[in-house]
């Protein structure tokens, strides 16, 4: 019934946005409170769920400031902690989901070796997409929603690297960069399709995992999360560098805005007079249109913006006043 009531509470706040331009869902950094070392287990805190609750393979670091998945053997061959969030980003018209956390993998002693890592599951249990590291060669995997794919790169043990993830539930598309130890910023992807099965997108839960490399005994390796964030966005907007009405003495007029870098967005423009739409050249961060041979008085310029899978996510118009 916590768990359930948590739901409610977030799903509340996010219908209750309005015009605003997202929500942080959820933020810890496993201090205490309310995860205390003396109490041991991870389970049951802060609306956390665990498949082996209570036999010390999921539990708070015994100096505090973060949690552990691993070390004692599981129950059966995956064992997951996991937090539900139950919502439809598209439908609350936040669709952008971006998680961040920093975790580090210890090496095993007993010489087996296992797979960590994380996975967003919808509301059905379907899993939509995961991030996971192999400690037998220290590779890093991506599943796409239909079989993991291996990445570029390697990971270190012993050592925290943060993974930030940027999910699009509208658009079905999936950004991933790395930072290593030294906060160095490695891109993986970028705008590439998850959920390729076609399941239902939206966002059920999010969990860490712990799965076993063979059917033998597991490694007592071990990953370590010291934080966690994940927060809801909307679409970008069109930005404008003069706003929405502009003047000018001459012919040849400059029409000037820009996005976020991360927005991946395409900016296209038409005159009253243009029957078709034209893509802006240029990146756009830093777009730009010239406008040639503008009439007397009110010329006015309609603007759009699409995703990347072609919808329009925002438009407006300008009216350029010549002299």
Aim: proline share 3%; net charge positive.
């Amino acid at each position: 019934m916590v768990h359930r009531r948590l739901v409610w509470l977030i799903v509340t706040w996010l219908a209750g946005l309005g015009g605003a331009t997202g929500a942080s869902l959820y933020s810890t950094s496993f201090s205490n409170p309310p995860f205390d070392p003396a109490v041991g287990y991870w389970a049951g805190v802060d609306g956390w769920l665990a498949t082996d609750p209570s036999n010390g393979s999921a539990a708070v670091a015994p100096g505090g400031g973060a949690v552990y998945l691993g070390s004692v053997a599981p129950a059966g061959s995956v064992s997951s902690v996991g937090r539900p969030f139950n919502l439809d980003p598209a439908g609350l018209n936040v669709p952008i989901v971006k998680i961040r956390t920093r975790i580090a993998i210890y090496d095993s002693s007993n010489g087996r070796y296992d797979g960590f890592g994380f996975a967003i599951y919808n509301r059905a249990g379907e899993e939509l997409c995961a991030f996971l590291v192999d400690n037998s060669d220290y590779h890093v995997y991506f599943d796409f929603g239909a079989g993991a794919e291996m990445l570029a790169g390697r990971f270190f043990n012993a050592q925290y690297f943060e993974v930030s993830l940027t999910l699009n539930f509208a658009t079905s598309r999936a950004s991933l960069t790395i930072y290593d130890t030294g906060g160095g910023e490695h891109p993986v992807f970028e705008n590439r399709a998850f959920n390729v099965a076609g399941r239902a997108s939206n966002f059920g839960e999010f969990d860490y995992l712990w799965l076993l490399n063979g059917t033998g005994t597991a490694g007592n390796n071990a990953m370590l999360i010291d934080s966690l964030s994940v927060d809801a966005e909307a679409n970008p907007v069109l930005t404008l560098a003069h706003g929405r009405t502009q003047r000018t003495r001459r012919d040849n007029f400059i029409l000037r805005g820009g996005q976020d870098a991360a927005d991946a967005v395409q900016i296209e423009w038409r005159s009253k007079d243009q029957r078709r739409w034209k893509k802006v050249n240029g990146a756009s961060t830093a777009w730009k249109i010239r406008l040639k041979h503008l009439n007397q008085g009110r010329n006015v310029v309609q603007l759009r913006m699409l995703d990347v899978i072609g919808r329009t996510i925002d438009q407006t118009k300008v009216t350029v006043l010549r002299r």
